[in-house]
């Protein structure tokens, strides 16, 4: 395991799921559910957002050698779709596809852990970019790749099962401040890949 790859890797994965922002839709829509329904909408967001972004991680530049596309090119779309969801973060507190008729989403109690939570809430289109991004970037780190998604999931299982106790800590304003924090992490992120698909598009 390469420890340096593997922070590189991480760290941006973290911040685009960011999961302390699915926090309060999450809580939203499981109020009023048991124990048992609560575990398994974990249980369905869980599977849904990381069966996806490894099949994306596998299968995503095959379908853009399909379909034509450079990952230069998704890059450039990869990192302006993320800037646009980080500067709503920073300016919100919150993730823009967390927004919506909530009301209407919980009459849905049966797939609510597969949409909205698995996706587009966790693996949205900016988290799916990003893997295929950085199994272009990294082609010799897969395994540190994998292992992230993983442990980022795990990591957003354990923070759903704990909300109570995490939201009584944080609070509301915690929850949004941490996830300006993020925002301002993915702009960089954001601005960082659009520099480097423009440098390796034009062979800078």
Known sequence: MDWNAFLHIFVPLFAVIDPFAALPLYMSLTSGLSEKQKNGVIKEAFLTSLLLLIFFAFAGIYIL????????????AGGLLM??????MVKEGDKPRSTGKKTALHEEVGDIGIVPLGTP???GPGAISLVIILMGKYPNHVP?????VFIVVVITALIFWGSRYIMRVMGEKGSRAFTRVMGLL???FAVQYILDGIAQYFHL
């Open 186 to 188: 993915v702009t960089a």
């Open 83 to 88: 800037l646009i969801v980080s500067m709503e």
């Open 65 to 76: 050698d399909f379909m034509g596309i450079s990952i230069e090119a998704l890059m450039i």
């Open 144 to 148: 540190e790749i994998i292992v992230s």
């Open 121 to 123: 809430m966790l693996a």
